[in-house]
């Protein structure tokens, strides 16, 4: 029984998930890939109970900041576990590697990316007036118009760059 027909039972029968018969079933899968798979392929061997494991952490993890709590070991300035960055430590991620043409990455308080100082928010069009349900007139997405005077007869978007 995999985890979904486990909690399918329990929602049906009122009962908590019974899981025992999970790990059994992921440990002959997980094996049945890796062979699949041949020598050499997967970077380790034998090692899904360790897999399901990180797995479990992680999703827990997401899960927490997804509720707003904040994952373990957040705060402490070095990017570990499932957070994505820790204070000044961004893990290498840059706005340019989040698909961002420039700009300067942050991290939040709960160790998830702050893209706000990057570059290529779809600017707003400025349009007011509603002239159809979901048009901009009714929506009035996007970032706020953001324009600087170079000094040099040029002009730079800096919602676009």
């Given amino acids: 029984m995999v985890p979904l027909k486990a909690d399918t039972k329990a929602v049906t029968t009122g009962q908590p998930p019974d899981y025992s018969k999970c790990g059994p079933k992921l440990e002959k899968q997980f094996a049945g890939a890796e062979k699949k798979a041949g020598a050499g392929v997967c970077p380790t061997q034998g090692d899904s109970s360790a897999t399901e494991a ?9 899960a927490a900041v997804l509720t707003g709590m904040v994952p373990a070991g957040c705060g402490d300035g070095s990017k570990g576990g499932a957070e994505a960055c820790d204070g000044a430590d961004l893990g290498g991620q840059t ?26 928010n779809f600017p707003a069009t400025g349009q007011t007036t509603q002239y159809t349900t979901g048009d901009d007139g009714n929506i009035q997405a996007g970032a706020t118009l953001n324009y600087v005077d170079n000094g040099d007869g040029t002009i730079t978007d800096r919602n676009t760059g």
């Fill in 95 to 120: 706005c340019l590697g989040l698909g961002f043409p420039g700009g300067t990455l942050a991290c939040t308080a709960v160790c998830a990316f702050d893209v706000s100082g990057c570059q290529g």
């Fill in 54 to 62: 990180m797995i479990t952490t992680d999703l827990t993890a997401v």
